[in-house]
């Protein structure tokens, strides 16, 4: 199992950014994908879910209204779309399945 982030990066307050995952070595259809983040100093902690079929998603309260997880089985990859980042939004972004991880992606908001 492989999951590769890409797309972090630095942005301003208020600003945006989307996040890949690209899943290889298992059948990504079959399984759900998390995003995860953690802060300096903080736990990691669950950021959304979305299902194997993309239909159910869940989100944290901090994000919820902000952030959007989605995905294309055909190309098997998950998405992060964060719109109205905040400072507190500063973290490594981390794809998951079942308890395999990515390496991350830093996001900084910062002006």
């Known amino acids: 199992v492989q999951l590769v982030e890409s797309g972090g990066g630095l942005v301003q307050p208020g600003g945006s950014l989307r996040l890949s995952c690209a899943a290889s070595?298992?059948?990504?259809?079959?399984?759900?994908m998390a995003w995860h983040r953690q802060a300096p100093g903080k736990e990691r902690e669950l950021v959304a879910f979305?299902?194997?079929?993309?239909?159910?998603?869940n989100y944290a309260d901090s994000v919820k209204g902000r952030f959007s997880i989605s995905r294309d089985n055909a190309k098997n990859t998950v998405y992060l779309q964060m719109n109205s980042l905040k400072p507190e939004d500063t973290a490594v972004y981390y794809c998951?399945?079942?308890?395999?991880w990515g390496q991350g992606t830093q996001v900084t908001v910062s002006s």
């Open positions: 998951r399945t079942l308890n395999f």
């Open positions: 070595g298992f059948t990504f259809r079959s399984y759900g």
């Open positions: 979305i299902s194997s079929t993309g239909g159910s998603t």
